[in-house]
C-alpha cells in the first residue's frame, strides 16, 4: 500500500513539473514575441525582428499559437522589406497552423492582398 501511494506522489509531483515547465517556456516563447515585436515596431529594425521571429520558430515550435502569430509577423516584415518570402512564409502559416483561426485569417488576407482580386 505505501508503495502505491508513493508512486502516485511520485507522479502527481513529475505532473506539477511538467505543468510548470510548459508554463515557463510558453512564457519564454510569449516574451521573445514581444521583444521581436518591439524590434520590428518600435525600432523599426526589421533584420532584428526577423532573426528574433525564426529564433522563437525554431526554439518554440509546439507552442502553436504564438509559432503561428510569429509567422504571420514575419511574413509581414518580409513584406515591408520587398522580400518574396513573404508569400511563402503566409502560406505555411496556411499549410503548418491551419487549426489557429487568427493567423490563418490574417495570412490569407495578406496572400489575397500579395496576389491582387480574383479574376472574373
Known sequence: ????????AICISLAALMTVATAQRSAEAEQLLQAATHAEIVEGDLDKAIALYRDLLSRFPNDRVVAAQAL????ACYEKMGR??????????????????????IARAKL????GPAPA
Open 72 to 75: 504571420v509577423k514575419l511574413g
Open 1 to 8: 500500500m505505501r508503495r502505491h501511494v508513493l508512486g502516485l
Open 84 to 105: 518574396g518570402e513573404a508569400r511563402t512564409t503566409y502560406e505555411r502559416v496556411l499549410r503548418d497552423y491551419a487549426d489557429q483561426p487568427g493567423a490563418v485569417r
Open 112 to 115: 489575397q492582398e500579395l496576389t
